[in-house]
């Protein structure tokens, strides 16, 4: 172990924890610890205030429309501020589904409930009858744009499940994840998926996202370690991703059939 670590701040795990989400913060973890890095997760759920200082990555899990509204009040309450100015202050930041959906501005449900969400970042979802379900693929403009090279690698890419009725739309200035190859993403007409505005990603990946996405997980803790202790400090040392690797490209093949 060295004298780095990383505190990840897992958002409401008891209420938002769709399809292994909670597996990003064991990958998270074990990265991290097989680099000699310490990491500390904290859970905090209804009733917990937060404090965004004591944390430098944030993870919000997926939901059903009944679980996100059951924390709406508690979330504008005792989080809310605190997330905007972590936010604001370069934290890094992956929001799954209806976690995703929570930054954003509303969601109204399929069948017309209306839910103010906590309007952190500028985008809605609107529920339609239609669940868009499905393993799915996407490109990460992010991870496009560390190598510059001119054409789009496997690795450039993401896979993973999605299963939402919402469908999102970004308001202007925020930009998706990137280009949807094959399912769905944000809403049936966009052909993008996800949100990245500053260092949060928003995403409908379920799965979990980051066990078969490793280079993309690297990318958030990267981040993460760049802006607590200045940008080339730490640098992540390679593991063997042979097994992650073969899961995400079983799957780039599947899905580009
Ligand atoms: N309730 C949301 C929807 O169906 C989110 C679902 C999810 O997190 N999988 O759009």
Redesign the pocket.
Known sequence: MNDYQINICHLYPDL?N??GDTGNIICMKSRLERRGIKCEVTGLSVGDKLNAADFDLFFIG????FE?DALLKDADQNKKADIRAAIDDEKVFLC????Y?IMGQY?RTWDGKQLDFMGLIDFY?E?HEK?MIGNYMFECDALIALDNAAEIKADDLIVGFE????QTFLGEGIKPIGKVLSGYGNNEKAEYEGMHYKNVFGA?C?GPMLPKNPRFCDLLLQTALDRKYGRGTVALTELDDTLENNAHNYMVNRLSK
């Open positions: 938002l769709l399809y997926g939901g059903q429309d996100q799954i589904c209806g976690g959906q969601y979802t529920g669940r299963n939402h009725s919402g409908y379920h």
